[in-house]
């Protein structure tokens, strides 16, 4: 054993086109010890070096094997070792010519790769205009070439009237001006006054890595009407494009002057700080290597209350898009654009919108910026990361609400001061890996990653309607973790980037910020997305997820208040005043904190395996998975052939139910009702009164060839079933006097929602509903009581007066009844929604029947 036929090399990174060749596969492990590294290399014949990342301690890391090793060629003062064997063949003689010596580091370093492991400092194209002669140009910036007066005179003078503060200093568009005119007369990148740095972020594996100053001089360039010979770049066509909209439209421009005001207070002549723009090589497999040698790492569920601009967080952290008190944002934290195909998404990179991606771009305006670095006068694709990235402007939150001044907005440009005074100020080294020499340079600890889920509905069109969609009630929304775990694994994994940033990615992102990616406006299930979005993260390693549940969040506000369970979730829809939309009884009964206790520390491969058998709705996703907690151990399921129900004997085929109430009993596996001389349950709210009464996890699962029925939500899908023997699986309302609903071949009404919904539909003038909570659920009855006018649930009195409101199973086929505008009532779900005047017109789900208002439907 021991490392002793190894020579050392510290502080040496040696790999293709810097002094070695790779070992296929290269990266062999991320969790070997040195002595497994060389083991390793041992066992394969081509080997005679491996790479390692330096450490001070003997613990597991990543090991790289290598051949050909040519010490004096490999990258020096880097974070890595190198190790070659003693027994390895010399290198094969140089022709006897004197070697050059590497090239040094410009004096204005920067680096540029125009796809994976393709960097050099000769990628460079030329300004169409010399910069300097564009200075004078500047004036005082009444006007501006880029943008036409209709728009930015209203920029010029709101500006002018109320320049906004920084640091004690209100930054007026002469400076602003001023800073313009001395960057356009320098040549920050040390390439001449007539190039620039350029690559196209189309391709696959690009990467530019410059500095504030720069990205200062582009900005410059560009608002001054500057462009690149024979390309057209996206940051240009943006300019373009966003001045022939609307007038009020006009937050691009305020974004790009509040990059340069900030940073004409915080450079003062220096360069100030990097940042890396970079995206990733093509998403593939090799994620699944780390199921098994992975665990489900550290979560935090951080709740947020409060109003925008001014939240608070459970987990004491600050909202990850900005939006506590102050303004400030974790360090370290790496925000996630919940993005599209492009960063910036439909707004087209002109205006604060109502949706996250689409103003993040605005309050970011280093990622505006870097739309410069795409051809075509395209936006950048997702996934990208931008390393270093900070927030110019304040008022950002992911929660929002509907009242004014916020009016479901991502975000407001206040009135005055609007530059953000909590900008982060910290920033650490971090190392650059550049094609002829390695260097470092200060960064920001706060990255921007904009990462897109899978679109579901474009695989499945018709999988799933809009209001089940946003009430996690779609099989299809459950689908295509696989696509959703590479995505993410994708963005945030360093090692799928160019080399020459892996090292700054690990030190500066620690911890995943994000709210419901995956479930906003795209409308995933919010609880499956938390799941893939937590086994994503673990699979990554050395870094934690920060998941932030909002009750009113800027995309399908609501949907999140699923991933609190219970109660929580119910208060979470009141309190973001979504229970109109997001139904409370879908609420169900376990929380992301449940699955966090079920799962974490386990492998990864367990959840992973988990998710495959989540199954199809009604029962939202945390509630199958955690059916166990709801009263069941795992070890009785599937072999348990009898249940004791409220401590009496069970039966074969039938439970021994309890008198004086409606019986429920689980019918033996692989043994249906009808078997067990029973009746199946369709509805999901008999179900769960089932489920409440048997102390027993349930949902309405699918049965083949049956449809769905009421089932234990566990392995066994054991039938759940009642005694009564006549089960509504859809109907319409009526109302009958003087004799119970059963009585006229009806069905009885004992659930509020429903009963206002009959009084509604029928014409019943009743404000409110009162219940008498002394009667028993299956024995209340729906009525309206003349001439009182009142609306009760209870137990009617024997009197002519009492109009009973029933169910009846309509006569007509739904498919005969293609559009509803009125109520729906869905037996299947148990439940009778209201379709207000914006989707009527909604197409009817199977298994439903439109009830119209005031119609004879």
Known sequence: GGLEPYSKYPGRNCYSGHGATEVPPGLVSDSMTLQQCRDACTADDMCTAITTVAASSPGPGHCWLRTEVSIDECLTDTPYDTWVSSTAPSPKPSPVTTPSPPGPAPSKPWTVCESMGQCSTSLTKSWSVRPAELGPLVGDLSSLPTVGAHMYDAVHDRWQSSPPSFKGVQVTLRIIANFMHQ???????????MTVPWVDFGSEGTTVVINQRQLAFVV????????????????????????????????????????????????????????????????????????????LSAVDVCTVEGAPFAMSSACGKPEFMGGSAGGQRAEYQALTDIAGAVVGGGAQLCEIANSQDESLVQFYPETLAFAFFRGGGAMLPSPWTLLGARRYMKDLSGGTSANPPYRNMCGMLPDTDWLNEAILETSKSVQISGPDHAWSGPMAPSSFVAVASFAWWIPEPNGCEFDAARNNNCEAQRKYYDDDIRRWYQAYEPTMYDSVVHTAFRSTVRSIGTGPWGAGVWWGDSQMYFLKVWLATSLVGNVSLDYYSYSHFVENPGNQCFVRGGDACRKCLQEGQMDWMIFPDRC????????????????????????????APPAQVFDTLGGAALGRSDASVGIQTSYNLFNQPAVIGRSVLPAARRGFGIALQHTSCEQAGLAPIYSNASCAEAGRALGLGVAVLSVPLEGDQCQVADASRSAVCTTETHVVHDARFEQVTGRPCNRANLENIDREDVCKMAALTLRFNAGSIEIDASVPLDLRTCFFERPSGVLLLGAPPADERVIRLCLSRPTHSFKRQPLCTGFEYTALSGRCALYRSSVEGSVLREGSVCIGRGSEQ
């Open 183 to 193: 960057l356009l007369s320098e040549d920050p990148f040390g390439t001449g006054f």
């Open 588 to 615: 169900g009964s376990l929380s992301a904190q449940d699955m966090i206790t079920k799962f974490r520390g386990q492998p990864a491969r367990v959840l992973y395996d988990a998710l495959g058998k989540v199954g």
């Open 220 to 295: 410059a360039n560009v608002l001054m009407g500057n462009t690149i010979a024979g390309v057209e770049n996206g940051l240009s066509a943006a300019l373009s494009r966003c001045s022939a909209g609307d007038a009020s439209h006009n937050t691009f421009v305020y974004s790009l002057f509040s990059l340069l005001a900030v940073l004409s207070q915080e450079l003062n002549g220096g360069d100030g700080s990097l940042l890396a723009g970079a995206r990733p090589q093509a998403a593939d497999d090799s994620w699944r290597e780390r199921l098994r040698s992975s665990s």
